[in-house]
């Protein structure tokens, strides 16, 4: 069982807006705002999309964007394309200076 | 552009120890507001942290692993390293190394990742 728990699958059309959520507690997500997100590609290295909970590194599109309500945090897609097919991890600083990462979300594109 | 890349046995006997090289190019390890982190995955599992090293070799490990783990710097090689001693069933993962940039807490970049089996 994952520290953070983020829904197993979802799924949506090319051109639809997603979200997935990444729920945690009040000793991490909901005390931090060091709430990140990655892609991952099997195969490849996990890919840095969210950082600081909103924050987009450069070379990110801006159709990736975070938020975080109390204990859980969000990434929203929109304007779905098949690239974002991938897992998508979420990780958070916690109270006990150690990071957590949520079990993933397999994204499919229909 | 940085790049890491883990190397290693792929095959662990029970009871051995697990070690794992992190290769850092295009950057050097011991410079720079970054951690060096080692992380895993189980097979249908989420991610672990499992721990890092400053550049200057203070370490932090998750505490479930803490009484077997070790984590070193090799500046001559620009390499960080993992140990993980006693290993089980339960230690068979892809374990991962990335690089942790303090100033936005973030892991990145990360290497591919490396399989690790434990079994006799």
């Known amino acids: 069982q994952s520290a953070l728990t983020q829904p197993a699958s979802v799924s949506g059309s090319p051109g639809q807006s997603i979200t997935l959520s990444c729920t945690g507690t009040s000793s991490d997500v909901g005390n931090y705002n060091y709430v990140s997100w990655y892609q991952h590609h099997p195969g490849k290295a996990p890919k840095l999309m969210i950082h600081?909970?909103?924050n987009r590194p450069s070379g990110v599109s801006d159709r990736f964007s975070g938020s975080k309500s109390g204990n859980t945090a969000s990434l929203t897609i929109s304007g779905l394309q098949a690239e974002d097919e991938a897992d998508y991890y979420c990780?958070?600083?916690?109270?006990?200076?150690?990071?957590?990462f949520g079990g993933g979300t397999k994204l499919t594109v229909l | 552009q940085v790049q890491l890349q883990e190397s290693g046995p792929g095959l662990v006997k029970p009871s051995q120890t697990l070690s794992l090289a992190c290769a850092v190019s295009?950057?050097?390890?011991?410079?720079?507001?970054?951690?060096w982190t080692w992380i895993r995955q189980p097979a249908g599992k989420g991610l672990e942290w499992i721990g890092r090293?400053?550049?200057?070799?203070?370490?932090n490990y998750n505490p479930s692993l803490k009484s077997r783990v070790t984590i070193s710097v090799d500046t001559s090689r620009n390499q960080f390293a993992l140990q993980l001693t006693s290993v089980t069933a339960a230690d068979t993962a892809v374990y991962y190394c990335?690089?942790?940039?303090?100033?936005?807490?973030?892991?990145?970049?990360w290497g591919q990742g490396t399989l690790v089996t434990v079994s006799s």
């Open positions: 990780s958070s600083y916690t109270s006990s200076s150690i990071w957590v």
């Open positions: 990335a690089r942790y940039m303090i100033a936005s807490r973030t892991f990145d970049p």
């Open positions: 295009g950057a050097s390890i011991s410079s720079g507001n970054y951690y």
């Open positions: 600081d909970v909103s």
């Open positions: 090293i400053s550049t200057s070799g203070s370490t």
